[in-house]
């Protein structure tokens, strides 16, 4: 009896040393950015393939001015469509449209603002430009030379020349970035395959996609945006799940629409990152980006991804709670024409009787007992703040 005994506690005794090993490894892993889900602007959706210096210093002059940057976006993210040819030492290098990385890097960062970038695993990006693949160590020690503080990584046509190794591949690119001794963060775009959100820390990755393309339409905002409900424990600071970019100023969907997306981003602790050229962008599309108390949800230092707590038809209610101990609630119209949409306080987690505020309006709303109702247009959104 004793012998089992002690069996028993030597086996309680190893169960913790690998779980405290495991914990130990996981957090060595992290690089400490990201500890809010990343902002900033990237240049993919508003511009493909079709960019230049000149494009990304304007962006970067404007994103200072518009008081963007004030407000957390901090990133300037080049898309596919900036590298050119490798020399004979195998060095990367910007194509005709970017002379010189290393001083666009450094007029970035003279505006307080970070440098990002993008690649492939693969041999080529998705636009044919040239990808990583066989070059991780020097792409990487070159990034860093440039000052590069962000790089998007997407799989493009790794799927050629890699078959089962899709963590290893993305592995070998975060090993490298650390060997530079600069801090860079890692996005994974590799579209939601192989439930990347299982997996991407491990790796290194700061944040990944969890489905392909938005492709401009609310259809496929609503869908992807929808279908994250479940993934929030995967989810925190230094790790976050990324739906794609915000497509708020593209005039691609209503204004509408737009908060829609804008909420439910927040309301996931998801990146805020935008594509529209802020230098033509509407003041109406600005203002929804920039709008402080919407922000503040997605910024929120507690850094938990909301969920969903109801579903009637079209009509859906998402909560996420906020440091101090209020919640952020979006109340959702999927549906056609105008709807009333009830959030039933026990299901957010509030006791009987709070106070709401509407956050897109800025404006308190009164006390209300039991629940709160609102009209929500077609494909609109009432975010409020309970407490």
């Not at 890097?105 to 693969?122: A, N, R, T």
């Not at 997996?199 to 339409?217: H, Q």
């Amino acid at each position: 009896m004793k012998q089992s005994s002690g069996r028993g506690i030597l086996r309680l005794c190893l169960v913790f040393i690998v779980l405290f090993s495991s914990s130990a490894i996981l957090r060595a892993q992290g690089n400490g950015l990201a500890q809010k889900p990343p902002m900033g602007w990237n240049s993919w959706y508003g511009n493909y393939m079709q960019v230049t210096d000149a494009m990304i210093r304007a962006q970067a002059d404007t994103m200072v001015n518009n008081g963007m940057k004030a407000l957390g976006y901090e990133y300037v993210n080049i898309d596919d469509g900036w590298a050119g040819e490798r020399d004979a030492q195998g060095v990367i290098h910007g194509d005709k449209n970017f002379p010189n990385m290393k001083a666009l890097g450094e007029y970035i960062h003279s505006k307080g603002l970070k440098f990002g970038l993008y690649s492939s695993p693969g041999p080529l990006t998705c636009g044919h430009r040239q990808g990583s693949y066989g070059h991780e160590e020097l792409d990487a020690q070159t990034y860093a030379a440039w000052g590069v503080d962000f790089l998007k990584y997407d799989w493009c046509s790794a799927g050629r020349v890699y078959k089962s190794e899709m963590q290893a591949a993305y592995k070998k690119m975060a090993d490298a970035l650390k060997r530079t001794g600069r801090p860079i963060l890692y996005s994974l775009c590799q579209y939601g395959l192989q439930k990347v959100w299982t997996w991407a820390p491990s790796v290194g990755g700061n944040m990944w996609r969890t489905a392909g393309d938005l492709d401009y339409k609310y259809d496929r905002v609503s869908l992807v945006g929808f279908q994250q409900d479940g993934l929030e424990r995967f989810a925190g600071p230094g790790h976050w799940n990324d739906p794609d970019m915000l497509l708020v100023g593209l005039k691609k969907i209503n204004e509408d629409e737009n908060r829609t997306q804008m909420s439910l981003w927040c309301l996931l602790a998801a990146p805020l990152l935008m594509s529209a050229d802020l230098t033509t962008i509407s003041p109406a599309s600005l203002a929804i980006m920039t709008n402080p108390e919407v922000i503040a949800v997605d910024q929120d230092p507690a850094g938990i991804q909301g969920h969903r707590v109801s579903e009637e038809g079209p009509l859906e209610v998402w909560v996420k709670p906020l440091a101090g101990g209020s919640k952020a609630v979006g109340l959702f119209n999927r549906g056609e024409g105008v709807n009333p949409v009830t959030v039933k306080f026990k299901d957010v987690g509030v006791k009987k009787t709070a106070t709401v505020r509407d956050l897109w309006a800025a404006k308190d709303l009164g006390t209300f007992t039991g629940t709160f109702t609102a009209d929500v247009p077609r494909h609109g959104v009432v975010l409020v703040k309970i407490k």
